[in-house]
Structures are given as structure tokens and as C-alpha cells.
């Protein structure tokens, strides 16, 4: 071949070492797994001598009841509430653990049921929904994924797990790492994007705080890995629906997260809902026991999903309950939440040779080793004088510096924010005076604690302004009578702050939709607005992408040299001096706020010269959300999804494939659409600042380096440097990513492999440095029994704000 390179390949099969176990993602090496941690290995932990002695004392029934989670009263599923059930069964002592259950009295109550009651008194685990906050919410997770900054995840983790384990919970649901393509899915609010190197690094870290150094302590959680697998590829984006995947897009796209979580010593691992290549997850043996359990030496336990182990025969999978359970059991599930097929059929199952008794001890063994990991046989009660009763000044002031650190700045033409805080404001819009602000998954526990309003922090950043208030249009955009009062607003005032988007009931599980525009006539407030020609900014709240309509019909730009598939201009923020809220003439008129998941922006955003992102933001959201308007926070964060045109262009994502006729303006017959400009509104990791920052070309330590060299352990250093030539300080991601334009399988256009948040002062400079290993550099194939290859050629490195960045060296692997 005259081509780049023709490839040689060096592989390592059955996850064995390249430059660890498995090609697992990180921006920074993590810490080692925690010495309470479980790791790969035989069965000689610290608690293994107990454990055995006390299964031997267990009857059938008692090892089977450990396998049973009931729910306590509440609504995660369909069925309601079994409270009555779950008393019932601690006393007989035929019971494993209880979700919804929270209060240090409750649990207590329930828990001297097992504890006292029973013959052998085993304590319930009590687990929570704790995603993004107990108490004090935190951004939703897709939002704190903006931050490109492991430290936010670990902040809502710590004060969740403080919060929570107070109140009687020793087990959050959480982190959840479905890496998705697809911003219809709700449940794109509850993860982390589109990229697996991001995922990974944030699961990673959020399971770290949860769980920390040692489980014991009364400030901590077990973390649970969810979910399991490729729950994020659902067809159309529709919630529970069929997923179709390759072994090599599981292992280099899917799989990443959870290795990371469990390299990160992650307690537990939840199923997923949907199917995978016609298996449904909780059937699906391959990735449940052949890849977690035995290729990783994963020795925590598996928990179904709820009533996901019954619905295997609404899937077509099963023929009834004892089918359903035999199956689950096998593939790998311990534990099964809500519906209860394998405790009531596990003896049939065993005296008929369908499951065996290893397996059953194997699974009991995994839960007793979770309860004896969190100290619940020594100190089973949760204190109920220090129980934590709400937020506390420092979990508001960690949820405030989270949210402000999420924001998104997607525009902001002739520097119109930061605002000034004298003169008029008019602060419109369905979420203007809104508590909704803590996301999808806040819990209805939280309902007591009223978020600060974006109202009422206004209010608060801006004392000497005059600050008035119209709705303009309520949240589902039907009721549109206030627009022309909102109108009027903003033409008496200074500047106007249009808060619009989606509310949280519109993300999350089963909250799927087919349109991603602003609800109803939002559109048309933000419109009217526009038509006053009196200066104002919008505010754009929701739990996933919204695509910009605004690009449709412009001219598509042409493609870049050495960029093949990755056409677009590279973002750069623009410098932001000081101003007043009074827009100079000829100055732009609008900032818009967006919250959420990508949605689409119509024709308003050629008309609107700054838009924020502002996602679901917590409890403090409202002045994390002054605090960008007022420039007391420099926003920093960046786009962890792609956020499309329209509609009609998703699944589009930065880490394609190339095709073989990528985008040509100057070819018909090039991947593209006809009635739409090429490549998204904006791309994954876009954001800009106040100020503006330089990105010099990545440097290399080594323009050549040696395949089995890096087999051995060797990495490449890449060094950036960065500069503030603006003239405030303010943050950057510096992103570094790699492209390897030959390979065995085709490779993606671009790869994230590194990235860093650096703050610095107007004028400084740093040298953010990287390393790349063979599991940055290498693949995994389409052998289901796990084979990595790491191959010798060329591999293009690139470093800059954005996936498209431009400076670029070649590596070469020899």
C-alpha cells in the first residue's frame, strides 16, 4: 500500500494487560481501588472466613430471600409500593434489601425487624435513587458532564452520600455511564454524553465519592454501575427499546465506563431494560458473567432493574416466571428488584438441575460481602440524633460552585454578557420565576426544599436594578396571553432575561420525545421579544440537546484540510470587556438560557447574539445562573453531546465514522442532507468564556515509538500550551484528541483521549500535559472473547477547544 501506512498488529485477548487491563478511559490516572475495594482474584477478603460460616448456616429459603429486594412504598415502576411484603419478609428473615425507603427512623424500625426478629439477623441494605443530590441537588448528571471536571461529580457525590447515609440509606443508584447518541432518550439527563473517555472518567470519579476509602463510614455509599449494557443505543431513542450492537462497538464504545467504575472499586452493578442483539440485558450472560464477572474479576453483586427480570416474558425471551427466573439467575443477576421470580422459584429451579447450588452460594455470597464491606452487622441503625434534615450553607455553596461551573456559554457576539447590575431588568419567561430547576431525578424528597429562582437571584446579583417580572408563556407554551405584556417588559427596561426550555417531567426515564424544539409557543415569546429590538438575554433550561434551526439553508462550509468528516469552523470564545446592561447602538439584543438535554433552536438563533445552557442546575441553580449573567462566574463548561440542527439529523455525533464518500461541497454524491448545512449547530466540547484563550499545537515527546514498548507499560507525553490573551481570567478545557486513519476497523474521525479544566488570570500561561498508552492508541475487535489490538502506523494527535480542533502531530507507531 502507498496509502498512510499499511498496519501491523500486536493483541492481547481475554482483556488481558496492554497498558492495564482493559482500554479504559481516563483525563487523569485515577487513584488505585481502595484497599476495602473488590478486586479481581480469589475469594481471600477480609471477610470471606464470616461469610462462609454464616451461608453455612442458612437455609434455602434464607439464601434465597437474600437475592429479593422489595420496593418499600414509592414510584419507580409499575406494581406501586411493598411494604407490607418487605416487613413481612425481614422477620422471617427472607429478605436482602429494600429500595425508596430513606429516614433514620423508618429504616431503623425496619431494620430491627431483620436484625431482631429473624433467626439469623441479617441487616437489610437500603438503597435510594440518589443521582444528583438527597437533600441538596445537584446538576443533572449530563450537566455536571459540562464541567469537564471530575472534581464537580465528586461533590455531588460526597454530599449525596453524607446526606443520604444519615437518613438510613446505605446504597445510591448511581452512577449511571449509558453512553447514548440519541437526545431523544429522556435518560440522556442521567448520564454523562456521547463520549466513552468521559463517561469513564466521570464514573470513575463519582463512584470515589460515594464510596471513598472505606464503606464503614457513616458518610458513605455503595455505588451501583448502571446500566448494563447499551441502554444508551435504544432504537429512535424510545425508553426499554430494542439495541442491536457489534462486540467491538460494546467493548470500545459501551464498556469503557464500567470497567472504569470497577477499576474505581464500584460496589455494584445494575441490568439494563433493553435487548442487545435480540438477548434482553438481564439474560444476556456474555456481558453479565463472561465479561464482568469472569474476564474482569468483577466480585460485587448484579441487580436487576425493576421488574426487569418478569419482563423478560413481555420480551418474548421467556415462557413464564420460572423461565424468567432460571434465565436471569443464570446470566448473572443476584439480586432482583420489585418482581420476585427467583425467590419463589429458586427451589423448584434447584431440585430440577436449572440453576445449581454453586451459583446460589455465589450470588448470597456477593450480598453478604456488600453488607459486611459497609459495617451493617456491626452498626446496622443510622444515628437518629445527626440525621441530616436538609441543606446545609456548605452543601448550597458546593451545589452553587457545581452548577456555575456546568454553564455553557454556545454564544455570545460582541461580548454582550456579562450584564451590568444597574438600571432596568425584565426577567420573562415560563421558568423565569420557577422552582423547577433540580431535574428529573431530584426525588420527591427534595420537594421540601425550594430551589432559588432565577427571579429571585436576579434580584440578589443586581440590588440597584430595577427588576420586574412577566411570565409571557407558561411551561407547556400553550397559554401564549402574556407575551404581549412580556413585549411591552422588555421594551421599558434595560435588558430583558428570557428564561425558556423544557421542565423536568419532559426528561428522564419514560420521558422520551420526538420533537426536540422549545415546548409549545416558547419560541414565539423569545420571537416577540426579538422584534422589540430592546436588548435582552435568554436563558435555556433542559435535560438533553436541543437542536438550533437556525443554521437550515445556510451555505455548508467547506471542508478543512486533514479534517475528513469534520467540516466547521473552530469555536473560539470571544473576549468579553465590561459593559453595562445598556447595549450600545448597532450592539446585539439577546442571551438565551437553555437547560437541558440538546434541543433544537429555530430561527431565533440567528436573531439571538449569546445563548447559556444552562441544563437542569440543582437548588442554587437560580444564582449559579446570576452569577454567569453578572460575570461573578466566568462560564467554562462544554458541550458533552452534539447539539444537532434538527431533528432530522440524529443521530449526528462527534466520534463517527468517516464513510467512504465523506462531505465534499464540491461533490453531489457525499454523505450529507439536502435541505440542511453540513456538520451540527454546535459540536461536542464547544463553550466559550469572557475571555479568550490561545491553544498551541500538541508536542510530542517522541515523534516514534515502539508497539511493544508501549505494550510494556511506555506512554507518549503530549504537551499544550495554553494562554489567556483576554482580559479576565477565566477557564479552559484544553481537549486533546486522536484519529487513526488506517486501521484493521474502521476507526472514528476523532477520539477524546485527555482533557483538563485550567483556570488562569488574564495574560497567564500553562503547559497542560497528557499521556497517551496502548489503551488510548489501541482498539478492541469483534472477538467476543475480548481481543485488543494495538497496531504499528500512524495516529494523527490533535489538542484544542473543541472536536474540532485543528493542530495536529503525527505519532507513529512502529
Known amino acids: 500500500m502507498n496509502d498512510v501506512r499499511r498496519r501491523t498488529v500486536l493483541a492481547a485477548a481475554g482483556g488481558a494487560a496492554i497498558a492495564g487491563k482493559a482500554a479504559t478511559a481516563r483525563a487523569q490516572a485515577p487513584p488505585a481501588p481502595t484497599s476495602d475495594a473488590p478486586r479481581p482474584g480469589p475469594e481471600s477478603g477480609p471477610y470471606e472466613t464470616r461469610i462462609r460460616a454464616l451461608m453455612a448456616r442458612m437455609t434455602i429459603d434464607e439464601k434465597l430471600g437474600q437475592l429479593q429486594q422489595f420496593a418499600w412504598t414509592g414510584d419507580t415502576g409499575p406494581g406501586g409500593g411493598q411494604t407490607a411484603a418487605a416487613e413481612k419478609a425481614a422477620r422471617r428473615g427472607r429478605l436482602g434489601s429494600v429500595l425508596n425507603i430513606y429516614g433514620a427512623r423508618t429504616t431503623n424500625t425496619l431494620q430491627r425487624m431483620a436484625v431482631e426478629k429473624s433467626r439469623l439477623g441479617i441487616p437489610l441494605i437500603f438503597g435510594l435513587d440518589v443521582i444528583h443530590g438527597m437533600w441538596t ?184 416466571r420460572s423461565d424468567a427466573a432460571r434465565l436471569a439467575f443464570n446470566a448473572g443477576i443476584d439480586m432482583e428488584m420489585a418482581s420476585t421470580t427467583i425467590n419463589e422459584y429458586g427451589k423448584r429451579l434447584l431440585r430440577g438441575g436449572q440453576i445449581t447450588t454453586d451459583r446460589l452460594d455465589d450470588a448470597v455470597a456477593r450480598i453478604l460481602r456488600l453488607k459486611f464491606r459497609l459495617g451493617l452487622f456491626e452498626h446496622p441503625y443510622a444515628d437518629e440524633d445527626t440525621a441530616i434534615a436538609g441543606p446545609t450553607k456548605a452543601s448550597r455553596a458546593a451545589a452553587r460552585e457545581a452548577a456555575g461551573r456546568t454553564m455553557v456559554l454556545l454564544k455570545n457576539e460582541k461580548s454582550t454578557l456579562p450584564l451590568d447590575r444597574s438600571g432596568s431588568i425584565a426577567v420573562v419567561g415560563p421558568f423565569a420565576d420557577s422552582t423547577d430547576l433540580r431535574g428529573s431525578w431530584a426525588g420527591t424528597w427534595a420537594d421540601a426544599f425550594r430551589p432559588v429562582t432565577v427571579l429571585d437571584a436576579v434580584k440578589d446579583a443586581a440590588p440597584k436594578a430595577s427588576v420586574s417580572h412577566v411570565e409571557g408563556v407558561d411551561a407547556s407554551g400553550r397559554n401564549t396571553r402574556g407575551i404581549a405584556r412580556a413585549a411591552s417588559a422588555a421594551r421599558a427596561t434595560d435588558v430583558t432575561v428570557v428564561v425558556v426550555g423544557e421542565a423536568a417531567t419532559l426528561s428522564g426515564e419514560a420521558a422520551v420525545r420526538s420533537d426536540l424544539g422549545l415546548p409549545g409557543r416558547q419560541e414565539r415569546l423569545i420571537t416577540a421579544i426579538a422584534d422589540t429590538g430592546a436588548p435582552f438575554v435568554v436563558v435555556l433550561l433542559s435535560g438533553r440537546p436541543r437542536p438550533m434551526g437556525g443554521g437550515v439553508g445556510r451555505t455548508p462550509p467547506r471542508r478543512q484540510a486533514g479534517q475528513p468528516g469534520l467540516e466547521g469552523r473552530r469555536a473560539r470564545p470571544r473576549s468579553a470587556p465590561p459593559h453595562t446592561a445598556r447595549a450600545a447602538p448597532g450592539a446585539p439584543c439577546g442571551v438565551e438560557l437553555l437547560r437541558g438535554r440538546p434541543l433544537t433552536m429555530g430561527g431565533w438563533l440567528d436573531r439571538t447574539p449569546a445563548v447559556l445552557q444552562a441544563w437542569h442546575p440543582g437548588i442554587e441553580g437560580g444564582n449559579a445562573i446570576a452569577d454567569v449573567l453578572f460575570g461573578t462566574v466566568n462560564p467554562g463548561g462544554k458541550l458533552p453531546v452534539t447539539f444537532p440542527r434538527a431533528v432530522g439529523q440524529i443521530p449526528i455525533y462527534y466520534n463517527h465514522e468517516n464513510t467512504g464518500r465523506p462531505y465534499d461541497r464540491a461533490n453531489h454524491y457525499t454523505s450529507k442532507y439536502l435541505d440542511l448545512a453540513y456538520g451540527p449547530q454546535f459540536p461536542f466540547g464547544h463553550g466559550l468564556s469572557y475571555t479568550t484563550f490561545d491553544i498551541g499545537e500538541p508536542r510530542l515527546s517522541v515523534s516514534r515509538v515502539r508497539a511493544e514498548a508501549l505494550r510494556k507499560g511506555d506512554t507518549v507525553e503530549v504537551a499544550v500550551a495554553v494562554r489567556n490573551i483576554g482580559r479576565r481570567k477565566g477557564d479552559e478545557v484544553v481537549q486533546l484528541y486522536i484519529r487513526d486513519p488506517v486501521a484493521s476497523i474502521v476507526q472514528p474521525v476523532r477520539r477524546l483521549s485527555g482533557f483538563r479544566r485550567v483556570s488562569l488570570g488574564a495574560g497567564k500561561a500553562t503547559t497542560v500535559r497528557f499521556r497517551l498508552s496502548a489503551e488510548e492508541l489501541g482498539f478492541w475487535t469483534q472477538d467476543p472473547h475480548g481481543r485488543f489490538l494495538l497496531q504499528k502506523g500512524e495516529i494523527r494527535v490533535f489538542a484544542g477547544n473543541s472536536s474540532l480542533a485543528k493542530g495536529g502531530r503525527t505519532l507513529t507507531i512502529i
Not at 448502571?226 to 431513542?237: Q, R, T
Request: aromatic share 10%; hydrophobic share 40%.
Open 137 to 320: 441537588t445537584f446538576p443533572i448528571p449530563l450537566g455536571q458532564a459540562a464541567a469537564f471536571d471530575p472534581a464537580v461529580a465528586v461533590w455531588d457525590a460526597e454530599v449525596s452520600a453524607r446526606e443520604a447515609r444519615s437518613n438510613g440509606v446505605h446504597w445510591a443508584f448511581s452512577p449511571m455511564m449509558d453512553v447514548t447518541h440519541e437526545p431523544r432518550w429522556g435518560r440522556i439527563a442521567e448520564g454523562d454524553g456521547e463520549d466513552p473517555y468521559l463517561a469513564a472518567t466521570l464514573a470513575a470519579a463519582k463512584t470515589r465519592g460515594y464510596q471513598g476509602d472505606d464503606l464503614r463510614s457513616r458518610h458513605r455509599l455503595a455505588a451501583c454501575a448502571k446500566h448494563m449494557i447499551a441502554y444508551g443505543g435504544v432504537e429512535g431513542g424510545r425508553d426499554y427499546n430494542t439495541v442491536d450492537v457489534s462486540e467491538a462497538r460494546l467493548r470500545n464504545f459501551y464498556l469503557p465506563p464500567f470497567r472504569a467504575a470497577l477499576d474505581a472499586g464500584v460496589a455494584t452493578v445494575m441490568a439494563s431494560f433493553n435487548t442487545v442483539s435480540g438477548v434482553p440485558a438481564h439474560g444476556y450472560r456474555h456481558a453479565l458473567t463472561e465479561i464482568l464477572k469472569e474476564e474482569w474479576g468483577f466480585r460485587g453483586f448484579v441487580v436487576s432493574d425493576y421488574n426487569g427480570v418478569q419482563e423478560m416474558i413481555v420480551h418474548g425471551y421467556a415462557a413464564d
